[in-house]
Nanobody
Framework: QVQLVESGGGLVQAGESLRLSCAAS????????MGWYRQAPGSQRELVAL???????NYADSVKGRFTISRDNARNLVYLQMNSLKPEDTAVYYCNAHIALVAGPSSYEYWGQGTQVTVSS
């Protein structure tokens, strides 16, 4: 069974920084793309940042230049460094990963339980 567990959320003031971590565990053969999504109250879940197994990244326009996604393939970890946080970044942040359980082209999508990030003005 595969699990994604996030950590690092909390309450900060505008302009401060947070670092989110997500650890994947279980019977994993390989992890393809990993990413962070967020969902604010009354809003749909949206992509924040994505990183491929090769290290290519993609960011939402709203976080470009402020957030950095990275991963440690050897330890099945993905991080989100969030700088210059704004009140509009307040949301539950979810880790996402596409994980292969056996050799081959098939992978499955997994989600973490979410971690709350609150930015006060």
């Amino acid at each position: 069974q595969v699990q994604l567990v996030e950590s690092g959320g909390g309450l900060v003031q505008a302009g401060e920084s947070l670092r989110l971590s997500c650890a994947a565990s279980g019977d994993i053969f390989n992890i393809n793309a990993m990413g962070w999504y967020r969902q604010a109250p009354g809003s749909q879940r949206e992509l924040v940042a994505l990183i491929t197994s090769g290290g290519s990244t993609n960011y939402a326009d709203s976080v470009k230049g402020r957030f950095t996604i990275s991963r440690d393939n050897a330890r099945n970890l993905v991080y989100l460094q969030m700088n210059s946080l704004k009140p509009e970044d307040t949301a539950v942040y979810y880790c996402n990963a596409h994980i292969a359980l056996v050799a081959g082209p098939s992978s499955y999508e997994y989600w973490g339980q979410g971690t709350q990030v609150t930015v006060s003005s």
